[in-house]
């Protein structure tokens, strides 16, 4: 071989070398990065956790011949991903390899660390409602092991997703009565508004609720991002109460509900159950309800995980109806409903106080909106018992009389002061006697019939 085909082999052979040391270098570059991407490691610490096929409570649960899975204590899974409240975990199941979502409230990393997964991010068009993406939906199916065939599923408080709740502070409405239904099967009842209270006993027996249990809603509770109803129910022919959270409730709605928007900002109303429905609009303008705007619930559902109430409600003194979010409504209490089959007017007393009947009519009523005082003008009262109120809107007190609350009944005559516009609803200010006493006070105008000009 000559002098210039041993340099050729020669350079040949360090090519050959540095791409050989090229690939080696690269691939233990690959390895690490493999290495350092791995999945974190968790068990479960809950006695049963629900596994579901999308990031919240709504998602159907994935399923095993037909039955729902669920995850028990200690089992190990693979977190995959992260959105929100949930994890995307992996598991094995009789050889399979199994994804989900499960609430990450109740897995325990245990090697590696939460940041490591992967942070799933809604795309625009799911982002407003909160909807799962094509791998989410997937129904993942594999054969059930003996003990959870044997076991119930629990449906667990902390699936509840956290939405936002617009409210001024943490509310509770009382004296209620309104008939309802659970919705899912062994719902726990909890001793307090919180979904790590001690649940109610029955003797020594956690109480758990079944589907389509009926209850009776006491109480609601506006506790930070989430609502709550103190329930009354019988189990095993005892009378016991608790607290379960609204998710797992239906309004029986079998007759309408009345309720008050309650928002800490004006609230839009929507023409369908969706967020990305178009919005009620009133001569081509939004139409928007605001704090304490009495409307009357017909009717509930729950879509992409948020549970919306349709409503009737007045607007330019035109009855309208459209949809709001659940969480955006407080019930009307029992004890502010007035006696009348047309319910003509439902109140809200927030004062708490007693108050006293002002003898002497005069007319400087002190609520908000245009006043126009009128001559004595001489009234009927349409329907009775209606209710006579201390100034203008519904959330205030009734006059009292000798400590009972001033009511007018059919046909009672008044003297009619002036004339008011309180959040486009009409009021009259009024004088009139009561039981020898000249009394005045504030009554909605549409209750009221114009006889004749004093």
């Known amino acids: 071989m000559n002098k210039e085909g041993v340099q050729k082999n020669i350079s040949k052979g360090f090519l050959i ?13 690959g390895w690490g990065v493999v290495a350092n991407a791995a999945n974190p490691t968790g068990i479960v610490t809950a006695e049963s956790l629900n ?33 929100g409240r949930y994890d995307k975990v992996q598991f094995t199941y009789k050889g399979k390899k199994i994804t989900g979502y499960c609430c990450k409230e109740y897995i325990k990393v245990t090697s590696g660390s939460e940041e490591d997964a992967d942070v799933e991010e809604d795309t625009d068009a799911d982002a407003e409602e909160g909807t799962s993406t094509d791998d989410s939906k997937k129904t993942v199916k594999a054969t059930p092991s003996a003990t959870q065939k044997a076991k119930k599923v629990t449906i667990e408080e902390d699936e509840v997703p956290e939405a936002a709740v617009q409210t001024t502070n943490t509310k509770m409405v009382k004296n209620l009565k309104v008939p309802a239904k659970v919705s899912y099967s062994f719902v726990r009842v909890r001793t307090k508004a919180s979904a790590t209270s001690a649940q109610v006993k029955s003797g020594k027996k956690a109480v758990t609720l079944k589907k389509n249990k009926k209850v009776t809603i006491l109480k609601q509770k506006f506790v930070k991002d ?5 329930v009354k129910f019988k189990f095993n022919n005892k009378t016991c109460k608790g607290f379960v959270h609204s998710a797992y409730v239906t309004l029986s709605l079998d007759e309408d509900v009345q309720g008050t928007i309650y928002s800490t900002s004006k609230v839009a109303v929507r023409n369908a159950a969706a967020a990305n429905a178009s919005y009620v609009k009133y001569k081509n303008k939004q139409v928007y309800l605001k704090n304490q705007q009495e409307v009357t619930i017909t009717q509930e559902t729950v879509v992409a995980g948020k549970k919306w109430f349709e409503i009737i409600f007045t607007y330019s003194n035109k009855e309208m109806t459209g949809y709001v979010l659940a969480n955006q409504v407080a019930f009307l209490p029992e004890t502010e409903k007035t006696t009348t089959e047309e319910n003509a007017e439902d109140a809200t007393n927030t004062t708490g106080s007693a108050v006293t009947a002002t003898v002497a009519p005069t007319a400087t009523p002190s609520a908000e909106g245009q006043n126009t005082i009128m001559n004595a003008t001489l009234g009927k009262v349409l329907m009775g018992p209606l209710n006579v109120r201390v100034q203008a809107g519904k959330e205030y007190e009734n006059v009292t009389f000798n400590g009972g609350k001033v009511t007018l009944g059919a046909s009672a005559e008044v003297s009619i002061l002036s004339s008011l516009q309180v959040n486009n609803v009409q009021w009259y200010y009024i004088s009139f006697n009561y039981e020898g006493t000249t009394l005045n006070g504030y009554v909605m105008a549409e209750y009221v019939t114009v006889a004749s000009a004093g």
């Open 17 to 29: 070398s540095f791409c050989l040391m090229a690939m080696l270098v690269s691939g233990w570059i």
């Open 226 to 230: 989430a609502i709550w109803y103190y």
């Open 51 to 83: 596994v579901r096929t999308g990031p919240a409570y709504t998602y159907p649960q994935v399923l095993v011949n037909k039955k729902s899975i669920y995850l028990t204590k200690n089992e190990k899974v693979t977190i995959l991903a992260t959105k």
